[in-house]
């Protein structure tokens, strides 16, 4: 993120401020108690940690790293952690909170957490990384563990570090708990297909809702603004459906090719040795900007991505990516928010009137959490699913999460949205 951007997320939205509206407009279509509405709008746990590491040229830095317990109503708590430069309390909080509501959409049997250190990881080397994560986990070893708190991958933070995070919390508590995390590398007990299942999980929600609401993939253009895990999945399903991915964007800039990117593998392999994005234009194995015009290509900004002329625009890196500053830019049709919490409120408004159907974060990246808890119940129970078994759970759970989501949203007329946090609260009322 760019500071620009990140001066606009300041000025317009806090994310946890936003999260807590976005309660109290949900509740208020449902007869619920206000005392549950309370214990949501407060999280039940809030752990902020000093982290002293000891860095490689024998100086000790100290970090500032969290873990929000927001509500476990429905099962121990559950979400990622976050190493990025610009983590703060009420980003972890918000991100907590969605957490809770969208565990509840996808309907797995987990509670909402989440957690980070303030930290620029790609300025540390391996071995400081690490002391890092084993150091953090020591502090928060006494609030985790399977049927506690189970965190997993999010921005910045690999199945590597998921890895030391079990191995640290083993060695407190004296007995090997793989469950104590999720997103594991996949033998050391991670689930198979974890890494792709957001993305694949955003690409089942996207089929099912767009066959519901009878939209067609021929011709579909698409625009994706983040290309890491999440989003360098997702454009390698879509492509393999037909979906014409011709645009895409990280930290440092991006690339838009109108007639579609040919070859992904090719691009996402020119990012891995370059560091970025811009100028990965690829024929054959040749990536340079030398092929940009015959390509009919061009570079763009980060920001960019979500303002091209698409059928469908995702933005897969950050919070606040589409705010009133350039949401009445945004042509495409279809939002599919992959990022957590992309849209501001005031955004939101302006997407709506413009009748851009917005497929909410909480339904349409909850693919990660449930393969997580596919994962946490395979550790629990000592079994091993083959990939194509956890495939086809998680497409029964995005289709039925995002069956349930369309049809509250005609019953209510609300949007989408509205509606995933109304599939939510019900289920939490149920339970509480
Ligand atoms: P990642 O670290 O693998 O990738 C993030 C990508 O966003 C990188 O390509 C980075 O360069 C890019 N980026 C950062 N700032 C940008 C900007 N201003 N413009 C364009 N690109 C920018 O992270 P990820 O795991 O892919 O997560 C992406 C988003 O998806 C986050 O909001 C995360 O909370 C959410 N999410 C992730 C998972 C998961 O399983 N990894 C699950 C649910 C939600």
């Not at 208020?28 to 039940?44: G, Q």
């Not at 289709?399 to 019953?411: G, M």
Request: charged share 25%; net charge neutral.
């Amino acid at each position: 993120m760019n500071n620009s951007s990140y001066n606009r997320r300041i000025v317009n939205d806090n994310p946890w401020e936003r999260a807590r509206e976005q309660l109290r407009r949900a509740a208020s279509y449902l007869k619920i108690s206000p005392a549950l509405v309370e214990r949501l709008e407060t999280p039940d746990r809030v752990i902020e940690v000093s982290v002293s590491v000891q860095m490689d040229d024998g100086r000790t830095e100290v970090f500032r790293g969290y873990r929000v317990q927001h509500n476990n109503i429905r099962g121990p708590y559950k979400g990622g952690l976050r190493f990025h430069p610009k983590v703060d309390m009420d980003e972890v909080k918000a991100l907590a909170f969605w957490m809770t509501m969208k565990n509840a959409v996808v309907d797995v049997p987990f509670g909402g957490g989440k957690g980070g250190i303030t930290v620029d990881p790609k300025r540390l080397s391996e071995g400081e990384l690490e002391r890092l994560t084993r150091a953090f986990t020591r502090e928060l070893a006494p609030y985790i563990g399977p049927e506690v708190d189970v965190p997993a991958p999010d921005v910045n933070t690999s199945a590597k570090i998921m890895q030391w995070i079990r191995d640290e919390y083993s060695n407190v508590v004296g007995k090997d708990s793989p469950a104590v995390v999720t997103g594991k590398p996949v033998e050391e007990g991670g689930s198979q297909g974890r890494t792709e299942a957001t993305g694949l999980g955003g690409f089942y929600v996207l089929s099912e809702m767009m066959r519901i609401t009878g939209r067609t993939n021929r011709k579909a253009t698409v625009a994706i603004q983040g290309f890491g895990n999440v989003g360098s999945f997702l454009a390698g399903y879509l492509k393999d459906a037909g979906f014409s991915i011709v645009a895409l964007s990280d930290s440092k800039g991006g690339l838009y090719i109108p007639r579609g990117i040919p070859d992904l593998k090719a691009v996402a392999e020119c990012k891995e040795k370059s560091g970025k994005l811009a100028g990965c234009y690829c024929i054959g194995s040749v990536c340079d900007l030398s092929n940009m015009e015959s390509l009919g290509g061009c570079d763009i900004s980060p920001e960019e991505a979500l303002e091209l002329p698409v059928s469908i625009a995702v933005p897969a890196a950050l919070e606040n990516a589409i705010t009133e500053e350039n949401a009445g830019r945004i042509q495409a049709s279809v939002v599919l928010e992959m990022a957590n919490g992309p849209t501001t409120r005031e955004a939101d408004e302006i997407l709506d009137k413009k009748h851009i159907l917005i497929i909410p974060d909480v339904l349409a990246n909850s693919g990660g959490v449930a393969v997580s808890y596919f994962e946490w119940y395979q550790n629990m129970h000592g079994e091993t699913w083959e990939k194509e078994a956890v495939f086809g759970k998680l497409k029964e759970k995005m289709d039925t999460a995002a069956q349930a989501v369309h049809a509250v949203s005609k019953e209510y007329k609300v949007p989408l949205r509205d509606a995933a946090y109304i599939v939510a609260l019900k289920r939490l009322v149920a339970r509480s």
